[in-house]
């Protein structure tokens, strides 16, 4: 069965460096996401991207974060100069149509734990 | 604005009891859809069901039944004859016609005790 594939599962990292969260998204999929969950709370929207641009964002998509699709295959978000509070589970998601516009099920990669320190 | 609410932030009940998860949604949007995700211990988000706002027809899938009733804005999950197996925590979530993206409930964790 397809599955959306993150990695790394876990990274670890210094306040203020730069990270980069990889993504392979399910392949006949248009549309992408990224959510984030702090630990124990809820799953927050990021970001939504579809035909090589950003379709929406939230509030916390700030001028901090970016995503890219280099390539054909893999999704990523870039997180500029990461602050403590950016430790959180990030998931990675793709559909075959838009959630909203169509009500396509998003199917959700297994995540990467990002910790600061 | 759009809106989930998950009442019950923790459930636990003794295997093989039926168990209801609560969930009240807010949203403008005359289309939209609902969405109920499982997030086990191990910690993926895995698809459960989607329904949209036209479709008010209760669905069964095995032990889990979902009750979607739009004059209370709401999208309960019942699981009968829980299993230990069923122990996760349990998202419901909205999307409507103009967005792009799925808001989330706060979730239930659900434990079920042998």
């Known amino acids: 069965e397809p599955e959306v594939t993150q990695t790394p599962s876990h990274q670890v990292t210094q306040m203020g460096q730069e990270v980069i969260l990889r993504c392979v998204p399910i392949?006949?999929?248009?549309?992408f996401y990224w959510y984030r969950q702090i630990l124990g709370q809820k799953v927050e929207f990021l970001v939504s991207f579809y035909n090589n641009e950003i379709s929406e964002k939230s509030e916390i998509f700030d001028d901090q974060f970016s995503v890219e699709r280099p390539d054909g295959s893999n999704f990523t978000l870039k997180i500029r100069s990461t602050k403590l509070e950016d430790s959180a589970m990030y998931f990675c998601?793709?559909?075959?149509?838009?959630?909203?516009?169509?009500?396509?099920?998003?199917?959700f990669g297994q995540g990467t734990r990002l910790t600061v320190v | 604005a759009q809106k989930v609410t998950q009442a019950q932030t923790e459930i636990s009940v003794v295997e093989k009891e039926d168990v209801t998860l609560d969930c009240v949604y807010e949203t403008r949007d005359t289309t939209y859809y609902l969405f109920w995700y499982k997030q086990p211990p191990s910690g993926e988000l895995v698809f459960l069901i989607r329904?949209?706002?036209?479709?008010?027809q209760n669905e069964i899938s095995g032990r889990y039944s979902w009750n979607f009733q739009k004059s209370t804005s709401s999208f309960n999950f019942t699981i009968t004859a829980s299993q230990v197996v069923d122990s996760a925590v349990y998202f419901c979530?909205?999307?409507?016609?103009?967005?792009?993206?799925?808001?989330f409930g706060s979730g239930t964790r659900l434990s079920i005790r042998p």
């Open positions: 998601a793709s559909s075959q149509d838009g959630t909203g516009v169509y009500g396509t099920e998003a199917f």
């Open positions: 329904r949209n706002s036209f479709d008010e």
């Open positions: 979530a909205l999307s409507g016609s103009s967005a792009s993206k799925i808001i």
């Open positions: 392949s006949n999929h248009l549309y």
